[in-house]
């Protein structure tokens, strides 16, 4: 069994920074891809950023030079630094990872920009 444990939510104001950590616990594969969504209250799941095991990123439009994704395959780790948060990047991040045909998701952490 695969779990992913995010981190690093919370309240901050608009302009400033947030860095989520998303951790892989339990009999853990080397993912294929590992990222980032978001859901907004009233609005449907969509992805932040992604990034595959040999380092690729792809980059939501909204997200494109202020967000930034990596990951540390030896901790089955990936990270998501925001800078410069708006009021519109409010919303709860999942951590995503896939392997294969299997596709696991975190609990989901809240991250509130306030203007």
């Known amino acids: 069994q695969v779990q992913l444990v995010e981190s690093g939510g919370g309240l901050v104001q608009a302009g400033g920074s947030l860095r989520l950590s998303c951790a892989a616990a339990?009999?853990?594969?080397?993912?294929?891809?590992m990222g980032w969504y978001r859901q907004a209250p009233g609005k449907q799941r969509e992805l932040v950023a992604t990034?595959?095991?040999?380092?690729?990123?792809n980059y939501a439009d909204s997200v494109k030079g202020r967000f930034t994704i990596s990951r540390d395959n030896a901790k089955n780790t990936v990270y998501l630094q925001m800078n410069s948060l708006t009021p519109e990047d409010t919303a709860v991040y999942y951590c995503?990872?896939?392997?294969?045909?299997?596709?696991?998701w975190g609990q989901g952490t809240q991250v509130t920009v306030s203007s």
């Open positions: 995503n990872a896939k392997y294969i045909y299997l596709n696991y």
């Open positions: 990034i595959t095991s040999g380092g690729s990123t």
């Open positions: 339990g009999r853990v594969p080397s993912f294929n891809v």
